[in-house]
């Protein structure tokens, strides 16, 4: 339970200021201050020495080893000086939490929110404040500004931050470099030396590092409430190992850039954390909830209407559906076909994407895939489609364009409620500029009054918004399986490597499912009907190692007819009680276990390389179970689409031996034997 007791008296006294039960007491104090991780094992330092520059600095330890060195601290504003250099510690509090809560849905039902705080509090010589609050957890360290409000600042724009990330040795670093801050963020992840960074990319975020002999970290940020979003660039010159934050520039609704500030805001205001997940192993941030325990508590009091679960989808495939006469498209027949194949799935759901909205005559001629969502297109019969959707038992989700939101969301939301509509996947946003980020959170707020989940594509990384508002249950920002249509950049290394970058941020719509599986050698980009390109194993596993909280089943009806894999499929679960990683390396390999209840989930993939890895159950619960496994075929290598399926009795003790062919992977279904 939160009640800012401090936790480490021996610290405390060292740091000399008094406490009592339930109440902490700020004094001045001389720089530098720090706080320690509940298990001792990270630490973050505060000093207004500057050993490297005049002002504000910060360093962070990892099992008593430098892993961020000394790295500068502050905001830069329009007309006035920067907060931060030549400014002294004043005071500080000292704080600390324990406590759980549970969530609809998720990676893990119960959540612990468990750290030890610090807010040091300094002043310049004109008077001017800042405040550094960090939080430090087990798995990782964050911090973020709070400015107090002050005559000397009230409105006022904020040009960039001085933020930076100093690794302690030349790090090994996943940056996913951007072409703009305008961006859809889908793109491949590379490997480079910080110290071979150009000073020129554009990093998103989370940036994934390797400092040898200390540990991995991964940057991002949570809770970006009335700010905009951050990127990093490299700071200094080639071979240095730092890099800094830099901010999406301002921008209005339809997206015209000013470049001269970033945020526009007054006094009180809290820059969103700056947050370092760190870990031993890779794998193992993947457990990490700190970025939502970052966010303030759900401001949904009745969650009971948010269910996580799987949909049938007519996109990907290209509305295909070769058992019926129908000419493919965005029609009600086609649609039914597909509700059809979601009710006789046991899947809650259908979305139904772009083209079953009717044309707005006003839309700007730059804008034509806006809609006006309130009506529907000559094509499509919604009455027919929802009444025959909830004979079915299915729920539908609808597609809108992110400008047919903003112009129809007051008239559309009600509608939506009425006719009894899940949820809206808002596409194309494209930008985290501070307006846009607030359009998300109005957005994802409105929806919640009327019972409407929200799936955001052309997405930024996700901050942890879903703690507030859990209605709001996956977005893009992601490279995935639609990007199969017109090209082979969606490889096995490609799969390999986001669970330890994108996903670190949040759950992502990859939208898996494609089982017409192939080699590179026979791929062929199409958009009707398109391939996958990995074994059919593989594409098992990646429904337990990625995390979504609404998943697609991507691929058309007829492609899943009397495939023994499907069963997989249509069992595993899209929300969870646990995750434990298993193993893993970026760009290589993962195996990762998901536990729903008393049953456990494990997926495992590999990239171009054949692989084999030790699986052990240690993470079971006592007594006998049964492994249902889904392996690779002797032959998968050549005729991806072939699996094997095994049963074992097996237990806590037992260490599977699992072997994957070239893109290949495994998946299991565990359960109880009894």
């Known amino acids: ?54 002002g504000l600095e910060y360093s962070v330890k990892f099992h008593g080893k430098a892993l961020i060195a000394e790295s500068r601290l502050g ?27 549970t969530t609809p849905v998720g990676k893990t039902r119960e959540v612990r929110d468990h750290y030890n705080g610090l807010r040091a509090d300094f002043t310049d010589s004109d008077g001017r404040k800042i405040f550094i609050e960090s939080r430090v957890f087990d798995d990782g360290v964050a911090f973020r500004y709070l400015v107090p409000k002050q005559p000397q ?12 990330f100093t690794y302690a040795k030349d790090a090994s670093a996943y940056p996913l470099i951007l072409d703009g801050y305008q961006s859809s963020w889908e793109d491949e992840y590379q490997l480079r030396n910080v110290s071979g960074l150009h000073k020129d990319w554009l990093i998103g975020l989370p940036l994934l590092a390797n400092v040898p002999g200390v540990g991995w970290v991964a940057i991002t940020e949570a809770d970006i409430e009335n700010y905009s979003g951050m990127y990093l660039k490299k700071s200094g010159s080639m071979g240095t190992f730092r890099v800094q934050a830099d901010l999406s520039p301002h921008a209005d609704r339809a997206g015209n850039i000013d470049s001269n500030y970033a945020v526009e805001t007054a006094t009180p205001f809290a820059s969103p954390w700056r947050v370092l997940m760190i870990a031993d192993e890779p794998a193992q941030l993947i457990e990490s909830n700190i970025v939502l325990n ?57 979305l139904i994407d772009a083209g079953w909205e009717a044309k707005d005559p006003g839309a700007p001629p730059d804008r034509p895939r806006q809609a006006d969502i309130t009506h529907t ?60 980020v607030e ?99 593989q594409e098992l596993a990646l429904y337990v190692i990625f995390e979504s909280e609404l998943e697609m089943v991507s691929d058309y009806p007829e492609r899943y007819e009397g495939q023994k894999e499907f069963d997989f499929i249509k069992q595993v679960p899209c929300t969870w009680d646990e995750v434990h990683a298993i193993g893993g390396m970026p760009m290589q390999w993962i195996s990762l276990a998901r536990r ?79």
């Not at 948010?306 to 649609?335: E, N, R, Y």
């Not at 939208?511 to 026979?522: K, Q």
């Open 1 to 54: 339970m939160r009640d800012f007791r401090v936790a480490f008296l021996g610290l405390l006294f060292v740091c000399g200021f008094a406490i009592s039960r339930g109440q902490v007491v700020a004094i001045q104090q001389t720089s530098p201050v720090s706080v320690i991780s509940p298990n001792g094992e990270i630490s973050i330092e505060i000093s207004d020495a500057g050993q490297l520059r005049t």
């Open 75 to 101: 905001l830069e504003l329009v007309g006035q000086q920067p907060l931060g250099p030549g400014m002294k510690l004043t005071g500080m509090q000292h704080e600390s939490a324990d406590e759980t809560y």
């Open 153 to 164: 600042i009230g409105q006022t724009r904020i040009a960039h931050e001085l933020t930076e």
């Open 294 to 350: 970052l966010n303030p508590p759900s401001q949904i009091a009745d969650t009971s209407w948010i269910h996580a679960g799987k949909a049938a989808w007519d996109w990907w495939s290209g509305d295909a559906a070769p058992s019926l006469t129908a000419k493919p498209g965005v029609s009600t027949k086609i649609m039914e076909h597909y509700i059809d194949f979601a009710s006789a799935s046991g899947f809650p759901y259908m």
């Open 377 to 436: 297109s000559p094509d499509i019969d919604m009455p027919e489609l929802l009444r025959y959707a909830k004979e079915k038992n299915v729920k539908l989700w609808l597609w809108a364009h992110w400008t047919s939101v903003d112009k129809y969301m007051d008239q559309a939301f009600p509608l939506f409620e009425k006719w009894g509509v899940a949820g809206v996947k808002i596409d194309f946003m494209n930008r985290d500029d501070q307006w846009m």
């Open 439 to 537: 359009w998300y959170r109005n957005v994802v707020a409105k929806a919640a009054e009327h019972h409407l989940m929200i799936d955001y594509h052309g997405a930024f990384k996700p901050d942890g918004l879903r703690r507030t508002y859990p209605n709001l249950m996956t977005r893009e920002g992601v490279m995935g399986k639609e990007y199969l249509k017109v090209s082979a950049r969606v490889t096995p290394t490609h799969n390999a490597t986001l669970p330890f970058t994108r996903m670190l941020a949040g759950p992502m719509d990859y939208t898996p499912g494609a089982f017409g599986n192939t080699t590179l050698e026979n791929f062929v980009p199409r958009h009707f009907m398109p391939m996958g390109l990995n074994t059919r194993a």
């Open 596 to 674: 729903s209840g008393s049953d456990w989930y494990v997926g495992s993939l590999t990239d171009w390389d054949a692989r084999d890895v030790k699986v052990p159950l240690n993470f079971l619960g006592d007594g006998k179970f049964v492994a249902e496994i889904y392996a690779d075929a002797p032959d998968a290598a050549e005729q991806p689409t072939h699996t094997v399926l095994t049963r074992q009795t097996v237990d806590r003790t037992t260490v599977l031996d699992v072997h994957m062919v070239s893109g290949g992977g495994n998946a299991m279904w565990i359960h109880p034997a009894n």
